[in-house]
Nanobody
């Protein structure tokens, strides 16, 4: 059974940094692209970043490019999201997700991901 567990959220001030982790259950991580999404109150869930198996390819939403970094450790079955220079508009529940092997959709499309974590709250406020 696939389980994804996020951790690392919290309350930070604008300009601060924060790191998120997402641990996957054993045997369910390798070979898959992993993604981070977020959902702010009253808004739809949106793509943040994605990383291919072995980390050879990364993709970012324009709103976080240059500030966020996605990485993965295929031995620890964990994907990370390092968030720098956080802004109030980054406030949201952040979710990690596992992409299907042959989704037929863009890496940023929610429909291409079929397993999701429970989410972790990130609040950026002074």
């Amino acid at each position: 059974q696939v389980q994804l567990v996020e951790s690392g959220g919290g309350l930070v001030q604008p300009g601060d940094s924060l790191g998120l982790s997402c641990a996957a259950s054993a045997g369910t991580f390798n070979s898959y692209t992993m993604g981070w999404f977020r959902q702010a109150p009253g808004k739809e869930r949106e793509f943040v970043a994605a990383i291919s198996w072995r980390g050879s390819t990364t993709n970012y939403a324009d709103s976080v490019k240059g500030r966020f970094t996605i990485s993965r450790d295929d031995v620890k079955n964990t994907v990370y999201l390092l968030m720098n220079t956080l802004k109030p508009e980054d406030t949201a529940v952040y979710y990690c997700a596992r992409r299907v092997l042959r989704p037929g959709t863009s890496y940023s499309s929610i429909t291409g991901y079929n397993y999701w974590g429970q989410g972790t709250q990130v609040t950026v406020s002074s």
